[in-house]
């Protein structure tokens, strides 16, 4: 709105038109209105998940893994690891505080055992398959969650923020 297009009016009544508080109110609504677009502009990059803001990945010799950076409490994510080096046996090895973290709905191919060695649950898969194995998590706190990932006895970190 240009100064021109705000018309004070000294009518012959004696009322208060707050002509200053009008002026201070439509810079406000201009604000607000470009502050909710940046919102939405950063939803739809990825800000609150599953977008190009969000979207990390992590690489060692024998494997990468994919996820989300920035992820919805309760929504489901995946965590897709990539083996790029083949062997009979891959073991996949979560820290317990991490896993504490998240309630782990599927993973695709199936495990061929699960072990808890100190304070790491390790999944164990047979046979290359297709090279990649996915795990389907639900977060169950909010917040920032952190977790040194192994493959193959590889490490690999891994970084969310949980929102609300």
Do not use: C, W
Request: no cysteine.
């Amino acid at each position: 709105m240009k100064k021109s297009d705000f018309e004070i009016i000294k009518p012959d009544l004696e009322i208060n038109e707050y002509a200053g508080a009008h002026k201070r109110g439509f810079k406000i609504q201009k604000i607000g209105i470009l502050a909710i677009l940046a919102i939405v502009l950063l939803a739809v990059l990825g800000l609150f998940g599953d977008g190009v803001l969000s979207k990390r990945t992590g690489n060692s010799k024998s494997a990468k893994v994919e996820y989300q950076r920035f992820y919805r409490f309760e929504a489901r994510m995946e965590v897709k690891i990539d083996l790029l080096a083949f062997e009979n046996s891959n073991v996949v090895s979560f820290p317990k505080e991490y896993l504490k973290a998240f309630q782990i709905e599927s993973i695709t191919p199936s495990t061929e055992s699960t072990n808890f060695k100190g304070n790491r649950a390790e999944f164990v898969f047979n046979g290359p398959g297709n090279g990649i194995i996915t795990f389907y998590m639900i977060p169950k706190e909010v917040g920032s969650i952190r977790g040194e990932l192994l493959v193959n006895d590889e490490s690999l970190e891994v970084s969310h923020f949980i929102f609300p």
